[in-house]
């Protein structure tokens, strides 16, 4: 029982430690500019579209593709 009430207060010390760490990090974190946000994720979002569109594509053909070699 002795060591639980002394490893309580090192881990509330780790703890103030790791967000002072957090802290000092948070400000060294240098933001992309709104307009590079915008664009990279228009960028992505036309890339789910054509990817999507292509698993559709070839999901309809197999669908037709082996409609006509099964007969279903």
């Not at 029982?1 to 760490?21: D, H, R, T």
């Not at 307009?35 to 036309?46: H, K, N, P, R, S």
């Amino acid at each position: 029982m002795s060591n639980e009430i002394e490893k309580q207060p090192e881990a509330v010390s780790n703890l103030k430690k790791y967000f002072k760490g957090v802290k000092s990090e948070w400000g060294k974190i240098t933001w992309p500019m709104r307009e590079l946000v915008i664009a990279d994720t228009c960028v992505v979002l036309v890339v789910v579209l054509i990817i999507t569109l292509f698993v559709y594509a070839v999901d309809k053909s197999f669908i037709w593709l082996f409609k006509d070699i099964l007969h279903l």
